[in-house]
């Protein structure tokens, strides 16, 4: 992969998605959802059966195989790139894996300076397998919109310093607050690393992306700011210039969402724990808006699903009404693995019928 020489920027002036973040009138509202590319289609059960987790994000055919199953079956209007939010650490050289049950596993947690000197910089050679993969999905996607993926340096930074998931993040707060040298030492090193990575897939042709900070959440307001939000803008600001949609989202964050809206993204992803309408007025005008089902309502019979599906699109009216540039259905947080998929092409159909 040679990543001086960009792939054209795809042309889609009547993608829905694109449209919508943009403050165009789209053709139907746009719908696509948080993994929906995953174990929730019994298709990527199938091709996944044998296959690593991180082996599957490394092979370009299957990626490429994967990101399109659920636009065929759902009819969504965007692809999101199948990866998870360590492959650019484990492309890097760390040493980790994702385990079945319990997610991904840091072989050597990083929690001191030296810790944080000796972690190894990302070469976008050693992603090339996901640029190809994005090479190929432009080919066949035709109008429907590519989105790359990345998480945050925070979300990073939390899976490195305790070792894998948390509840509390105790050790991650512990170093943010006993020694914020080496934390920004080390967000900054991962922000390097995302930048990185989303360069990559902008070179390769993605048509918007996503930043996932899933655990930011978990802090307060003022740490946020202090600990986080530098380090998430010096991502969005370097990727700003390929003029491609920037979505920016985590799970948890109702009051994080003003300081969120200012690392530069355009659009922001709220969870279903907040009013779509409220959400906009914290955001501030000019930002598009993307969400909110609650992933659990998709179990609850058809009636109460089209119920929530409308109050969203309601919401979602009124905040566009209120400033917001657009709105972008989506989930509150990815697809749960049980989930009914025929219920998600419904869901498709409804909004795109309102």
């Known amino acids: 992969m040679n990543t001086d020489s960009r792939s054209p920027r795809r042309h889609l002036p009547d993608a829905p998605l694109l449209a919508a973040v943009a403050g165009r009138a789209p053709s139907h509202r746009p719908v696509w959802f948080m993994r929906q590319a995953g174990r929730s289609l019994p298709e990527y059960r199938k091709i996944r059966a044998g296959i690593g987790m991180l082996e599957s994000c490394f092979d370009a055919e299957l990626v490429t195989e994967i990101t399109l199953q659920p636009v065929r079956r759902h009819g969504v209007d965007a692809a999101i790139l199948f990866s998870d939010i360590v492959v650019p650490l484990k ?51 035709g109008d429907t919109a590519l989105i790359g993926f990345a ?37 900054d090193t991962l922000a390097d690393t995302t930048i990185t990575f989303l360069q990559a897939q902008l070179a390769a042709g993605i048509d918007a992306l996503q930043l996932f900070d899933s655990w930011a959440g978990a802090l307060s307001l003022a740490d946020y700011r202090e600990f986080v939000l530098p380090h998430s803008k010096k991502v969005l600001d370097a990727v700003s210039s390929a003029g491609v949609p920037k979505i920016h989202f985590g799970v948890g964050t109702g009051e994080l969402l003003g300081a969120m809206g200012e690392a530069g993204a355009d659009v922001v992803g709220v969870d279903w724990r907040i009013p779509l309408d409220v959400a906009a007025a914290r955001v501030g005008p000019g930002k598009a808006l993307q969400g909110n089902l609650d992933p659990a309502v998709l179990f609850a019979g058809w009636d109460a699903v089209d119920s929530e599906v409308r109050r969203i699109v309601a919401e979602a009216d009124r905040a566009v009404g209120a400033g917001a540039v657009g709105h972008v259905f989506n989930l509150g947080h990815g697809v749960l693995p049980d989930t009914d998929p025929d219920v998600l092409s419904r869901v498709v159909e409804l909004v795109h019928s309102l």
């Open 91 to 141: 492309a890097a050289g760390i040493d980790l894996d994702i385990v079945a049950g319990t997610g991904p596993v840091v072989a050597n947690p990083v929690r001191s300076a030296a810790d944080v000197a000796g972690l190894p910089r990302l070469d976008p050679e050693q992603v090339a397998p996901v640029a190809d993969a994005v090479g190929m999905l432009t080919e066949q996607l």
């Open 151 to 187: 998480g945050a340096p925070f979300t990073l930074a939390s899976y490195l310093v305790e070792g894998g998931p948390s509840k509390n993040h105790e050790k991650t707060k512990a170093l943010m607050r006993s020694d914020p040298k080496t934390w920004h030492a080390l967000l």
